[in-house]
């Protein structure tokens, strides 16, 4: 590992919070070495209890993430917030608000990081479990993550973490129905944020219905609980929730990791893969006869049989 590297990973093992800062940049930059500064941090982790927080925009997440993460470093947590954003790529403005309305929040030593893109390679999650990783071995033990309830990368968040809470609000309409399915299944806590607000009443009715029509019986059925995040109403309630259901998921813990690690492994292992058959020269060589012979059907069939006949027989022509 290159020098700068190895300073970077010793000073973050020793709780360095501006190395931290840095690593944590360049790896989600995918600058070279990132995945040897990565495998050195690997077995310092483990630790760190990660909870997803999700609903739909403007829910309250970022407020009550803050609360919770005040009232969880008040109960002696080593708390971190990992806000993932992708909205922010086109409005720098909501990203810099969100920031604001934790640090507001937070007790000084809260550490609070965005991640509003991409990176250069890997989607929002993989930069998302890089952050974490590298976050479990500078020794935060709980570790919030907000994700915006709205595709994929919400659904992973449950991959990620040791429970998920989902935030719904009154006044979004038929909220269940609005709510995606998959949204409904990795909800562990279920928040009414808002309670505040007319209509919360109804939107805990409505989802403890759906919920009792759902639940399969297998693990402990969801829970339901109302807060006013604004007015940090609620707040002490839904940590005890919190941790009682990180609690009671602990005996599942290192099977839920071996499972995590195999999912990275295989989803590293695709990309890795993906990226060999779009270089592979059957493909250039068929694509250039294609090009010259306009009138050939490419045969997708003929070509994937190719490239896999190829993988395990040397040259790669059809
Ligand atoms: N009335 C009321 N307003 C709240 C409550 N919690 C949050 N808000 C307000 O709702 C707005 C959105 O709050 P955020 O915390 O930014 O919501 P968010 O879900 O993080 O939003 P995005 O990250 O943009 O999706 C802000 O104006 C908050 O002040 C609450 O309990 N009651
Ligand atoms: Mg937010």
Redesign the pocket.
């Known amino acids: 590992m290159e020098r700068e590297w190895e300073r970077l990973v010793g000073a973050v093992l020793h709780r360095d919070v501006r190395a931290l800062s840095r690593l944590a940049s360049r790896v989600e930059d995918r600058m070279p070495g990132w995945q040897q500064a990565m495998q050195a941090l690997l077995p310092y982790t483990g630790a760190a209890r990660v909870i997803g927080i999700t ?12 609360r919770l993460a005040a009232c969880l470093a008040g109960r002696g947590w080593d708390v971190a917030i990992v ?1 993932v ?1 992708p ?1 922010s790529l086109h409005s720098g403005g ?1 990203l810099l ?2 920031r604001l ?1 934790m640090a507001e929040s937070d007790r000084g030593d809260v550490y609070v990081r965005s991640l509003a893109s991409r990176g250069a390679g890997g989607g929002l999650s993989q930069a998302t479990r890089d952050l974490v990783r590298i976050l479990d071995a500078f020794g935060k033990t709980l570790i919030l993550v ?1 994700t ?2 709205a595709g994929q990368d919400d659904l992973d968040v449950a991959h990620l973490a040791d429970i998920v809470a989902v ?1 719904c ?1 009154p006044g979004l309409g038929d909220h269940v129905q609005a709510m995606k399915s998959g949204i409904m299944e990795i909800g562990d806590i279920f928040v009414v ?5 007319a209509g919360a009443d109804q939107v805990a009715a409505d989802i403890e219905q759906a919920l009792g029509l759902r639940h399969s019986g297998s693990g402990p059925r969801p829970l339901v609980l109302r ?5 940090s ?1 609620g707040i002490e309630e839904l940590t005890d929730a919190l941790t009682q259901r990180l609690a009671q998921r602990e005996p599942e813990r290192a099977a839920r990791r071996l499972h995590q690690l195999e999912m990275e492994t295989m989803e590293l292992a695709m990309q890795r893969l993906r990226q060999a058959l779009r270089e592979h020269l059957a493909c250039i060589r068929v694509r250039e006869r294609y090009a010259q012979d306009g009138t050939t059907l490419l045969d997708p069939y003929e070509l994937s049989d190719a490239l896999f006949r190829a993988e395990s027989k040397g040259p790669p022509v059809p």
Do not use: H, I, Y
Request: proline residues 6%; glycine residues 18%; without cysteine.
């Open positions: 609903g739909p925009p403007g829910s309250g997440k970022s407020t009550l993430t803050g806000a954003d909205s909501a608000g969100d309305r907000e915006v309830g935030l609000v944020n808002k309670a505040d607000v807060t006013a995040a604004a007015r109403l």
